[in-house]
């Protein structure tokens, strides 16, 4: 217990307050896109079966919709509403390893992610940018807008792990909301 309150003692002198505040609000706002995404998601999948099975007319744009939601959820939730305690990982090495090795561990694994991001990043954004050549089937998005949701998932993730990576540099262990 004393240990979790040092570490919120230690950010908090990191972050002011006022961030906090706003990051606050900005996560719940992400929160409300992802909700509102899987409602979308959901009411397309309805008008789907509706119009599938009850009038023998289906609709090809119920689907193209519902796989962009579930693709802008994935990649939105990931990059802005999870947090870093929430993600699935394959922990069996570091739990059985001591707080030095684990910390080890995590620099290792936090400048892995950071240096192949980073490196991939401007591929990246040229592949995307290239994309606006085509466009969705049904819905006629342009595949460059229906794709940048990966570039900000990048920085996103470039960005939490460079904040987990000082952290542990620091020689503190990252916050686990």
Known sequence: MAEGNAREDQCAEVVKPSYRKAGAWLRRRAENL??????????????????????????????????????????????????DS???????????????????????AGASIVALFAVSLPATVRYVSFMKVEHTSYLKIRFDWLYSIYVLFA??????????LWQLLRDSAPESD
Request: charged letters at 15%; aromatic letters at 18%; a positive charge.
């Open 34 to 83: 992802l909700a509102a995404l899987l409602a979308v998601m959901f009411l397309a999948f309805v008008i789907q079966i509706v119009f599938r099975y009850f009038f023998n007319f289906p609709v090809g744009w119920t689907s193209e919709l519902t796989v962009i939601a579930w693709l802008w959820m994935v990649l939105w939730g990931s990059a802005f509403v999870l947090k």
């Open 86 to 108: 929430e993600e699935i990982r394959f922990d069996l090495l570091s739990g059985a390893a001591g707080p030095r090795a684990r910390r080890v561990m995590g620099i290792l």
């Open 155 to 164: 920085v996103a993730v470039i960005v939490r792990y460079v904040w987990i």
